[in-house]
């Protein structure tokens, strides 16, 4: 694909990014910072094929090790932002699990 | 196939922004977690079918490893440590993309063309900056590292020259690229920028640094997807580029400072002998406190990081349930700064089982403060200095803050007299209508809930 039409995404992407996020509200900047993190884990997808194509030893490690990295950026960042997600209630009174 | 992959791929892109649209809202927020969730798994699966991947032993151990490490560290981590944890996800996040670009190196054939190894230097440069960067930024948060600036003589000369250095090397590397070397010098010189950059810059300007951070963390898998022509890692990319500009823009608004006064101004170094002359202040004790809150009809609670630090959250949660039984208004005002992340302080309050209806931004409860009866002020300073409006010679000066001097009573919890990070005596302390409770947070709150219970 030729670089300028990558060069389009990533500009158009960019506003989209602004856009959206500008509406997440003060109070849910940590999970929006957890979330956002977690998606760019994204390179998870490069990290698979580095890791799967056996083109040499070196290149597999490499790729092994992005994946790790990837995996537990992704994973990681999913799961946190979940947790915290499930705090925000809006009854405290009539919730009793902590 | 590639079709059917392209396809996914913009799928998951519309997922993904799709999840952080829904978290415009407490209501839809974990929903929009959950979309975005589905959008990897998506792109995921449809990528294991790609004819190029050969082998799935290493694919599979590494997601097993990753994913053990990723889920133990979500499900332990304490709220109060989660900047550190999300510092330290986005710096594997960062390495990551350094780690997919040189295996990618060494897997092309022939020259690669001119703009695949622009954005390789790129890709291993953001991303190798972020993992460093993000590993010192976990260091001073988690306390391993002393969180004070580290500075030395010529400084920024150093780190001009190391930039300037990276940016003839990869000009060397872009001409020529199927000599390594280059490459393999710019990671090197990459991860000392990535120190270098973190460790003169102190422990409460952490929120700037990490928002930052992830902002690069983005645009690290954005170079990446340069690198590999793909998509999805472009738009995911940049969606989180831009979030982490957003916020590295509203912490430093918040702070009233740019960004390169935080990032290069060492603010926060210890200085000798702060204060100057110290004058006599009238001190309160729990029962004041809880006679007073009990007189009262409205109470704005504005907590900082030392609350967070006492570990007085929860104790302060149950304050506030038997002030709001008793009939009276209890709001939280929640300075932009507070706490060590964008939102932090949130979080914490979430954690301790407040309402996120009784939680309120600085904008929408400022106007309010001048109606109400108690401004009760526990482990915060710099935010509520009223310096910040007047003194021009203050490093305060023109940040927002609270106006909690306009309440009738203004109640603070606190350790000592000592001025806040800003190094600022604080005038309110000494004002007629304050109410000083010296004390360890969570000590003096349990005495005032036991008071109020009797």
Known sequence: MGILILFYIFVLAIFVGFEVITKVPPLLHTPLMSGSNAISGITLVGALISAGTGHSALSTILGMMAVVFATINVVGGFMVTDRMLEMFKKDSSKETSK | ?454
């Open chain 2, 1 to 454: 196939m590639v079709t059917l992959t392209n396809i996914v791929y913009l799928i998951a892109s519309v997922l993904f922004i799709l999840g952080l649209k829904n978290l415009s809202s407490p209501k839809t927020a974990r929903r929009g977690n959950l979309l975005s969730m589905s959008g990897m798994f998506l792109a995921v699966v449809i990528t294991l079918f790609d004819k190029q991947i050969l082998d799935f032993t290493y694919i599979i151990a590494g997601v097993i490893i990753g994913a053990a490490i990723g889920a133990v560290a979500a499900k332990r981590v304490e709220m109060t440590a989660m900047p550190q944890m999300v510092a330290l996800f986005n710096g594997f996040g960062g390495g990551a993309s350094t780690l997919v670009a040189l295996s990618e190196f060494t897997q092309l054939t022939g020259d690669p063309v001119l703009n695949v190894s622009i954005t390789l230097v790129l890709s291993v440069l953001i991303g190798t900056v972020t993992f460093t960067g993000s590993l010192i930024a976990f260091a001073k948060l988690q306390g391993v590292m002393r969180s004070a600036p580290i500075v030395y003589k010529l400084q920024h000369v150093v780190n001009a020259l190391l930039l300037i250095a990276v940016i003839v090397l990869g000009v060397i590397f872009a001409l020529n690229p199927t000599v390594i070397s280059p490459l393999l010098v710019i990671l090197a010189i990459a991860a000392l920028l990535g120190v270098l950059a973190v460790i003169p810059i102190g422990g409460a300007d952490m929120p700037v640094v990490i928002s930052l951070l992830n902002s690069y963390s983005g645009l690290a898998a954005a170079a990446t997807g340069f690198v590999l022509s793909n998509n999805v890692l472009i738009i995911s990319g940049s969606l989180v580029g831009a979030s982490g500009i957003i916020l590295t823009n509203i912490m430093c608004k918040a702070m009233n400072r740019s960004l390169a006064n935080v990032l290069f101004a060492a603010v926060g170094q210890e200085v000798a002998g702060a204060g100057g002359e110290r004058r006599d202040v009238t001190r309160y004790q729990a029962e004041d406190a809880s006679v007073m809150l009990e007189n009262a009809q409205s109470v704005i609670i504005v907590p900082g990081y030392g609350l967070a630090v006492a570990q007085a959250q929860h104790i302060l949660s149950e304050m506030a349930n038997i002030l709001t039984e008793r009939g009276k208004k209890v709001r939280y005002a929640i300075h932009p700064v507070a706490g060590r992340m964008p939102g932090h302080m949130n979080v914490l309050l979430a954690e301790a089982n407040v309402s996120y209806e009784q939680l309120f931004d600085m904008d929408e409860i400022n106007d309010d403060f001048q109606n109400t009866d108690v401004a009760l002020v526990i482990g915060a300073n710099d935010v509520i200095n009223p310096a910040a409006r007047y003194k021009k010679d203050s490093s305060l000066y023109g940040m927002p803050i609270l106006n909690v001097d306009k309440s009738s009573t203004v109640m603070i919890i606190k350790r000592s007299l000592s001025p806040g990070f800003a190094g600022e005596d604080n005038e309110l302390f000494y004002d007629s209508k304050t109410m000083m409770c010296f004390g360890d947070a969570k000590k003096m709150v349990t005495e005032i809930v036991k008071f109020l219970k009797e």
